[in-house]
């Protein structure tokens, strides 16, 4: 079945740069997705990218997707204190039906 | 404009007893899931459904029953309460043949 592995824990400096990295198993996948959750909030889509990209940029935000790999990564440039929060990666089942996601990545930014 | 809205919030119950919690959405969208999440887990399945009468299971779904009587509302109902089912539970839906799923704000519900 789809799996989808992120490592539970990064902390930058704010201002450096923050990579997120993601490994998924789902070749078939349509849409991969970069979800924030806030503390105490749910889930808001923060980016996606169409299997078909290499890269999508988004102001502050940088996709990166590896198809031959199955690796996501998630860059955010100059790290803000208000990027502190949960970061799913996740991907789209083939039948697009449905959506799995990974553990979840805490960002936690040190002055 | 509400988006996707679960009822209660907050809600604590004895082990045995039985609830439903809800999920509503104004969006007309077909695709609808019910997560739970748990410190270290992320998000994981528990049922979802493709349209109005069609319903399957997810990655956890023992303890948990759905219906999808109205494309409007995804209701999951707890028969038999159990402390492992100590969790946020955030209902989603999204629309056939496009991308990403909205949210609902989620119920923390504890089994004493």
């Known amino acids: 079945g789809e799996d989808v592995e992120q490592s539970l824990f990064l902390s930058v400096r704010e201002g450096d740069s923050s990579v997120i990295n993601c490994t998924y198993t789902?070749?078939?996948?349509?849409?991969l997705y970069w979800y924030k959750q806030e503390p105490g909030a749910g889930l808001q889509l923060l980016t996606y990218i169409f299997s078909n990209m290499d890269m999508k940029q988004d102001q502050r935000l940088t996709v990166l997707l590896n198809k031959k790999d199955k690796h996501l990564s998630l860059r955010i440039a100059d790290t803000q204190t208000g990027d502190s929060a949960i970061y799913f990666c996740a991907e789209e089942d083939s039948s697009a039906s449905k959506i799995i996601f990974g553990s979840g990545t805490r960002l936690s930014i040190r002055p | 404009n509400a988006g996707v809205t679960q009822t209660p919030k907050f809600q604590v119950l004895k082990t045995g007893q039985s609830m439903t919690l809800q999920c509503a959405q104004d969006m007309n969208h077909e695709y609808m899931s019910w997560y739970r999440q748990d410190p270290g887990m992320g998000l994981r399945l528990i049922h979802y459904?493709?349209?109005?009468?069609?319903?399957d299971q997810g990655e956890v779904p023992n303890g948990y029953n759905v219906s999808r009587s109205t494309t409007e509302d995804f209701p999951l109902r707890l028969l038999s309460a159990a402390p492992s089912q100590t969790s946020v539970y955030f209902c989603?839906?999204?629309?056939?043949?496009?991308?990403?799923?909205?949210f609902g704000s989620g119920t923390r519900l504890t089994v004493v």
């Open positions: 459904s493709v349209g109005a009468g069609i319903t």
């Open positions: 989603a839906s999204g629309l056939k043949d496009s991308y990403g799923y909205t």
């Open positions: 789902d070749s078939s996948s349509t849409y």
